[in-house]
Structure formats: structure tokens, C-alpha cells
């Protein structure tokens, strides 16, 4: 299961990133407006969760287990 997943608000046109742990280390939540251009909040969710995997892999990972964690979230 993602820690982050995303909501979107058509009101307000922002698309939410929910933490539901907001004990760890990001924030409760996290807005990103989006447009043609913009990163969309599901390319910001992957990078957070990725982010968070690979923080956890131990000092001795290997090479081949971070482009594994990399490669689930492309």
C-alpha cells in the first residue's frame, strides 16, 4: 500500500497528497495546482513514496535495490 495517495478537490482545482502517518517525516499534506503543464499530483505522490522507500534501505543496499525502488515508482 502507497503511503501517499491523492484527492482531488474540482472547486478548487488542487489535487491533495495525503500522509496517513502523519507521524513520519512529511508533512500532513501537501497541494500541488495543476495545469498543462504542471507535474501532476500522482508524478509528486511516486516521488514521495520513493523517496521514502529508498530512505529505509539500509547503508550496505546494493545498487540493484535501489534501481528496484526506482523502477516500481516510474
Same mark, same amino acid.
Given at each position: 500500500?502507497?503511503?501517499?495517495?491523492?484527492?482531488?478537490?474540482?472547486?478548487?482545482?488542487?489535487?491533495?497528497?495525503?500522509?496517513? %502517518?502523519?507521524?513520519?517525516?512529511?508533512?500532513?499534506?501537501?497541494?500541488?495546482?495543476?495545469?498543462?503543464?504542471?507535474?501532476?499530483? *500522482? $508524478?509528486?505522490? %511516486?516521488?514521495?513514496?520513493?523517496?521514502?522507500?529508498?530512505?529505509?534501505?539500509?547503508?550496505?543496499?546494493?545498487?540493484?535495490?535501489? *534501481? $528496484?525502488?526506482? %523502477?516500481?515508482?516510474?
Amino acid at each position: 500500500m502507497e503511503r501517499f495517495t491523492t484527492t482531488h478537490s474540482p472547486k478548487s482545482r488542487v489535487k491533495r497528497i495525503i500522509d496517513h %502517518n502523519p507521524k513520519d517525516i512529511w508533512n500532513n499534506e501537501v497541494c500541488v495546482m495543476y495545469g498543462e503543464y504542471s507535474i501532476t499530483a *500522482q $508524478e509528486v505522490a %511516486n516521488s514521495l513514496n520513493m523517496a521514502y522507500e529508498l530512505r529505509q534501505l539500509s547503508p550496505s543496499a546494493t545498487k540493484k535495490q535501489m *534501481q $528496484e525502488i526506482i %523502477n516500481k515508482y516510474r
